[in-house]
């Protein structure tokens, strides 16, 4: 008979609630009207459940979802972290990305399989806490996105490494550009292992608990998985492909957008008037972390993000990007350059340079 132990009234407030179906530990991002954003306290709080049930027994699959509708999860808490940048809150800005890589690289080495059911709303920190994990299902709802350029920042929580390993240029594409896709895509650029209809996540979860686990869960797991697959038709990035590989397999920032400008088609105009209202810094330190990300291990480029963010987070364009886009709302920051002529190079070259031995990640 399976067992579900439910979450107390108190613990229902809570921003993260943990239960255990049978078999089945489940984890429930529950800040629906924030679009389940992540904050340290959630890190932290997930930290501590994965590591008790990885060495619980009783415990042989662990799924995360997010409350409500909308989002699965919608990213990392950018206002808060706004705040503690206008605050010189250095203690803040340490913590939350160091220990949010460190979930990020817990989740990828997990022990049991890990399934995420992005359902909603998947950007930024979202990604970190569902595409590192065995098992990605996306749905009718999934809109997914790395959409940090647009605010001064780059493709964190692993893009570096993700990002470089989807089919052709498409990674690059998606890194620079903060493009919006569906589960189609998700699907065809590996992102996502499974495709699903919505209201199918119910009776997948009742039938992961009332699983045999005995055996290879890995294997369990994705063969109940395999029974619920759904298929999502074409993927419109596979139709694109072409010009995406064209013009986004340049060796620099530059080579990009001169093959953009030279594209005659809808794609080459839309997509370089979407990079020139990006953070020309961003955009050439993304199109760096991606470049080099592509021969590096997941924690090298765990690591190396880590010295990005500290060195964003302390650079005009990200406080911008946030004032314009969360804050304010008024959608026209004033970027510290121009375009992307104006970055220097070895100002991009100091992104990555080491931090004080004290003071790196060092997965």
């Given at each position: 008979m399976t067992t579900v132990s439910t979450p107390s009234e108190t613990q229902s407030e809570a921003p993260v609630l943990f239960s255990q179906d049978g078999p089945v530990g489940r984890i429930l991002l529950n800040r629906p009207k924030a679009l389940n954003a992540l904050d340290l306290v959630m890190v932290d709080m997930m930290m501590a459940q994965l590591k008790s049930w990885e060495h619980d027994e009783t415990v042989k699959v662990v799924v995360i979802e997010g409350a409500g509708e909308k989002a699965f999860c919608a990213g990392g808490d950018i206002r808060g972290l706004y705040v503690a940048r206008k605050v010189d809150d250095e203690e803040t800005l340490d913590?939350?990305?160091r220990r949010?890589?460190?979930l990020n690289h817990y989740i990828a080495t997990y022990p049991k399989p890990y399934i995420a059911l992005m359902d909603g709303i998947t950007m930024g920190g979202g990604v970190g806490v569902s595409i590192h994990g065995r098992?990605?299902?996306v749905t009718e709802r999934t809109l997914f996105a790395?959409?940090?350029?647009?605010?001064?920042f780059f493709p964190d929580v692993?893009?570096?490494?993700?990002?470089?390993?989807?089919?052709?240029?498409?990674?690059?594409?998606?890194?620079?550009?903060?493009a919006r896709i569906k589960a189609a895509d998700c699907i065809y650029a590996g992102l996502a292992t499974h495709g699903m209809k919505s209201d199918g996540l119910a009776q997948l979860k009742t039938d992961l608990a009332a699983a045999c686990w005995e055996g290879d869960c890995t294997a369990v797991?994705?063969?109940i998985l395999d029974q619920h697959g759904a298929l999502f038709g074409a993927a419109p990035l596979s139709e694109a492909r072409a010009e995406i590989d064209h013009c986004f397999s340049g060796d620099s920032v530059a080579a990009i957008f001169e093959a953009l400008q030279n594209t005659p088609s809808d794609f080459g105009t839309e997509t370089l008037k979407v990079l020139n209202?990006?953070?020309p810094v961003a955009v050439c330190v993304s199109f760096e972390q991606i470049r080099r990300g592509s021969e590096m291990s997941l924690a090298d480029v765990l690591n190396m993000e880590y010295r990005l963010s500290q060195r964003m987070v302390r650079k005009p364009d990200l406080f911008e990007g946030v004032r314009a886009v969360i804050i304010d709302k008024?959608?026209?920051p004033k970027w510290q350059h121009g375009d992307i002529g104006q970055v220097d190079p070895r100002e991009v070259g100091e992104y990555f340079d080491p931090l004080p031995e004290d003071k790196e990640l060092n997965l």
């Open positions: 913590a939350f990305y949010e890589y460190h098992f990605r299902v790395m959409p940090e350029t647009g605010i001064g692993g893009g570096g490494y993700f990002l470089p390993r989807c089919p052709g240029k498409i990674g690059m594409y998606l890194g620079l550009t903060g797991a994705q063969g209202h990006k953070s008024d959608h026209a």
